[in-house]
C-alpha cells in the first residue's frame, strides 16, 4: 500500500533529541516497536519529525506490524488510513478509512487514542504497554508507539505507530 497519493510541501523543522529512539534497533531487534521506531528515526533526516514519505509506508518489510492514523480527527474518532496486512487481519479490517473505536476494542481504543494525543501534544514517541480482555475473555497483553509525522508544512498530521500483541496463558 502506497500513500503517495497525499500532496507533500515539506519543510524541516529543527532536529530534537528527547524521545529519540536508537537508531542501534534497525535490523536486529525483533520487537514490531523497535523496528518501527528505527525507521521513524531514521526519516528525521535531522528534523524534529519525519516526513510521511520517508517512512516508505507499505514498502518496507517490517510494514505488516505498523500503522498509520490521521491526525484531523481526534479521540476515539481518529481514523487508520493505512495499516499493514497482519494488523489489518487481526484488527477484522476490510480496508483501511475505520475509525479507531469502530474497530479495536474498547480499552485498547482508549490507550491508542491516549497514545495518539500524547504523541501529538508532546512531539515526540509515546510507548504503549498494556492488557485487554478479548471478547471471549481471554487477555491480550500489547505493546505499541506512537510517532508523530508531517505530510505538509512543520505541523504534525500523521501518527504512525506499530503494535504487537499475545495472548496471556
Not at 68 to 91: E, F, K, M, P, Y
Not at 138 to 146: D, Q, S, T, Y
Request: hydrophobic share 35%.
Amino acid at each position: 500500500m502506497s500513500l503517495q497519493s497525499l500532496e507533500l510541501n515539506l519543510a524541516d523543522a529543527p532536529y530534537e533529541t528527547d524521545g529519540v529512539i536508537a537508531n542501534d534497533y534497525a535490523g536486529r531487534d525483533r520487537r514490531a516497536t523497535a523496528r518501527a521506531g528505527a525507521n521513524w528515526h531514521n526519516a528525521c533526516e535531522g528534523a524534529a519529525w519525519p516526513r510521511l514519505a520517508g517512512l516508505h509506508i507499505g514498502e518496507a518489510a517490517d510494514w505488516n506490524d505498523c500503522f498509520v492514523i490521521r491526525c484531523d480527527n481526534r479521540g476515539r474518532h481518529a481514523i487508520i488510513v493505512a495499516c499493514g496486512d497482519t494488523l489489518q487481519s487481526d484488527w477484522q479490517m476490510d480496508r483501511p478509512g475505520g475509525v479507531l473505536e469502530d474497530i479495536l476494542p474498547d480499552h485498547l481504543c482508549d490507550k491508542f487514542a491516549e497514545g495518539c494525543e500524547r504523541s501529538l501534544t508532546e512531539g515526540r514517541p509515546i510507548y504503549l504497554e498494556d492488557s485487554y480482555q478479548e471478547r471471549d475473555q481471554r487477555e491480550i497483553l500489547f505493546r505499541g508507539v506512537m510517532m508523530p509525522v508531517r505530510a505538509n508544512g512543520d505541523d504534525i498530521d500523521f501518527i504512525y505507530g506499530a503494535y504487537s500483541h499475545k495472548i496471556n496463558a
